[in-house]
């Protein structure tokens, strides 16, 4: 028997977006069994363009908070596996679903999702080896803007509520710890918005779950940084560009914060 396929999709005022979004879907040569909405306070009537698509939705009134969102929507849609798909994230590919779902046919695959850059660092099924030897990068193995997980692993591991953000990232790692695959997919897509840079809190998230799960950082190291931030200062031309510094400067700042000033535990 097929798996059961939901896509859960937050929105809040998303009306210029969620068009393109849910005509994508349509698009698919496999189509969901389910479509949630979750709506964080909309006004704009985006939460009739869902129901026009054939989802139902259901309102969340809470300070938003992604981990929370995410938890509380699942826990609505009860299907073997579920899409989580942001109200701005268009699958440009009518077999990308299908793909998703044949690389979770595999029942050691936690989740899947698009790879969003060409870096060749890890490969398109991590495991925990791969992790040990390679170490956590600044940027997420999996994506909640357009992946694809395991809902019975999700009962077991809800995301994270007590973390801010990169709840992907760290449900992610936990599960490839616990001896389950991660994969990404090569699939085009766009985003019909542009978010704010997070470089420093993914750099502070990299830096926590490298401590907590015991595995080293992918980075350029404390004195590497800074000899390129003391470079930067002097203006020297072989800095490749200004985001490389801004990073370094602000992964640097993550690993003093985090090797030498972390909360202590509490008593």
Known sequence: MNPSLGVLIRFSNSADTLPAVLEALKQQTLQPDSILGVDSGSMDGSSSLIEAAGGRVVCWSDRYEHSKVLNFGVRQLPTD??????????????????????AMSDPCTACVSGRWDDDPCYSDAIDWNELRAKGLKFGSIYSNSMGMFRRSLWEQMPFDEAAPTAED???????VRRGHLCKRLRFPFSY?????????????????????????????GPVASIQLCARGLVGSKDITSLSDLRAARQRLAAWIRESFFRASPSR
Do not use: C, I
């Open 192 to 220: 019909r918005r542009n978010g704010h840079t997070r470089d420093g809190e993914f750099a502070h998230v990299t830096f926590r779950l490298a401590r907590k799960h015991g595995l080293k950082v992918a980075w350029l």
């Open 169 to 175: 990232y760290a449900w992610a790692v936990a599960q």
């Open 81 to 102: 596996l579920v899409l989580v798909l942001s109200s701005h994230t268009v699958l440009e590919s009518p077999g990308t679903l299908a793909s998703m779902v044949e």
